[in-house]
């Protein structure tokens, strides 16, 4: 049995999920959210009778806080944390990492994302590509897929997929889109990775960003994958016109926000895909990654 519990990050529904499997050992949580909500899965946990200590196994996607901020919560009550081996030394000490997000959220961050505690690494398994691993009666193999971050990895039992971000965004049936965030963007090892999610050939994907996909997953992975070439030829387009930071920020703004309306979505839902996955992140990483990796393409 699968539950979805809702973190309720910043008071709003279907922002940040985590994704619950019943075992015959416990609970294995796929992501856990911020530490700032984990009250509230928390709460969710105990509606289904179930109780903190339940959690033996918690399979992170990645380490970024909206996914692995409470971790270390749930290894202080006895849970394995299972995690890409480039993320578990920053499991271990949070440090850099809590340093280079104070850089971008400022003030912001106990509100947003909590706190941060080290996990002693007997409480960690690194996840390396391929790995299974026993949780009660299933089989969880690991897949590394970067793009989004190169400390990445979903998840496989049966025939459900945890996706993490690399899977996409879409929240209420929305439209699915890439979430592209500094430092790591890699637009080719997402296409590739994207080929390794066909490949799995899941009949469910369960999604941090957010909840169930069920069913029409070649179509999921397809609007995924045209929304990442989009998205970056755009960017493209505009640095190699000269357009300068500040401005790709109120324009990429506009254009996503543009895009989602025509697909149905109402003030309302951009302003939840905004939360899910702010669109000024977009913009440092296709940046970084234009700049590094191809500036040819973008000289004017
Ligand atoms: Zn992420």
Redesign the pocket.
């Known amino acids: 049995m699968v539950h979805i519990f809702d973190t309720f990050q910043l008071g709003r529904p279907k922002i940040i999920a985590v994704t619950a499997l019943e075992t015959q050992d416990g609970i294995a949580l796929f992501d856990v959210g911020p530490e700032s909500t984990w009250n509230n899965v928390l709460r969710q946990l105990e509606a289904a009778g179930l109780r903190q200590e339940d959690v033996r196994h918690v399979f992170l996607?990645?380490i970024?806080f909206?996914?692995a901020g409470a971790a270390w919560r749930l290894a202080q009550s006895g849970a394995t944390i299972y995690v890409h081996p480039k993320g578990a030394p920053h499991m271990a000490d949070p440090s850099r990492l809590v340093e280079s997000a104070t850089r971008i959220y400022g003030d912001r961050m106990q509100e947003l994302w909590g706190s941060l505690q080290p996990i002693p690494t007997e409480r960690i398994r690194i996840a390396n590509d391929g790995d299974v691993f026993q949780a009660g009666q299933f089989r969880v193999k690991a897949v590394d897929t970067p793009g989004?971050?190169n400390h990445?990895n979903v998840y496989a039992w049966d025939d459900n997929v945890f996706g993490?971000?690399v899977a996409g965004v879409t929240i209420n049936g929305g439209p699915v889109i890439p979430?592209f965030?500094p430092p790591e963007l890699h637009l080719e090892s997402w296409v590739e990775s994207i080929a390794k999610l066909r490949a799995l050939q899941a009949a469910r994907f369960y999604l941090?960003h957010w909840g169930l996909v069920e069913g029409g997953i070649p179509a999921h992975l397809d609007q995924l994958e045209a929304r990442l070439h989009d998205w970056a030829g755009w960017f493209r387009r505009r640095l190699k016109e000269g357009a300068d930071e500040p401005t790709l920020v109120r324009e990429f703004e506009r254009y996503e926000a543009e895009d989602l309306m025509r697909n149905g979505r109402d003030a309302q839902g951009v302003k939840d895909y905004e939360l899910a996955d702010p669109s000024f992140m977009a913009v440092s990483a296709s940046l970084r990654y234009w700049k590094k990796y191809h500036p040819e393409e973008i000289q004017g």
């Open positions: 996607s990645h970024h909206d996914h989004h971050a990445h993490g971000d979430p965030v941090p």
